[in-house]
């Protein structure tokens, strides 16, 4: 499994725990090891003409994810009963890139009351699960992605140590944040 950060955001970030987390989520979403991600870090004012050109809405965001185009991509694999692809080597497919943006996620991070480390990681989580065909448009949507997202976060945080990831609880529109960090009962 490929997974490379570019930070090209001018902040420090913990490159080698993006790339951990990412094959973490990959893993434990049972995608091909041999897939490919791209995770990247951008500065506000980068990240804001990519909303812009993309979303048509001013100003950066947190996080935008560009699945890879192709019939035969990696969303069609994650459907068992799906035909298989015609790609000459299905397991090497490029799930696309995570565009991170870290001081969106700074001022988020503080208002969550988590780390900016811990707000990244759910941001990544969050892109990643876009990448492989979630979405949130909806409201049952938005349940199934940030339930997934809160188990796979809550797993991560047992595994790597790192915590509290507090996680937008389902059915808020992400404006409600979990206070027990994922770990419950």
């Known amino acids: 499994m490929s997974i490379e950060?570019?930070?090209?955001?001018g902040v420090p970030v913990d490159e080698l725990g993006l790339t951990k987390l990412g094959r973490f989520v990959l893993d434990a979403m049972r995608i091909n090891p041999l897939a490919e991600l791209?995770?990247?870090?951008?500065?506000?004012?980068?990240?804001?003409?990519?909303?812009?050109?993309?979303m048509e809405l001013p100003g950066p965001t947190d996080v935008m994810a560009f699945p890879m185009d192709g019939a035969d991509g990696?969303?069609?694999?994650?459907?068992?009963?799906?035909p298989p692809g015609t790609d000459d080597d299905p397991g090497q497919a490029m799930l696309g890139d995570v565009v991170l943006c870290p001081s969106v996620a700074a001022d988020q991070a503080a208002a969550a009351g988590h780390s900016t480390e811990a707000e990244l990681h759910l941001?990544?989580?969050?892109?990643?699960?876009?990448?492989?065909?979630?979405?949130?448009?909806?409201?049952?949507?938005?349940?199934e992605m940030f339930a997934l997202q809160a188990r796979i976060l809550a797993d991560w945080e047992k595994a790597s140590g790192l915590g509290p990831i507090h996680v937008p609880l389902p059915g808020t529109g992400g404006e409600l944040r979990d206070a027990a960090g994922g770990r419950r009962g």
Not at 5 to 9: C, G, I, K, L, T
Not at 74 to 82: C, Q, T, Y
Not at 126 to 142: K, V
């Open 5 to 9: 950060v570019n930070n090209e955001s």
């Open 38 to 54: 791209s995770v990247v870090l951008l500065d506000s004012e980068a990240m804001a003409a990519l909303h812009l050109q993309w």
């Open 74 to 82: 990696p969303m069609d694999r994650l459907d068992p009963s799906a």
């Open 123 to 143: 941001l990544c989580t969050h892109g990643i699960l876009h990448l492989l065909g979630f979405d949130h448009g909806d409201a049952e949507e938005e349940r």
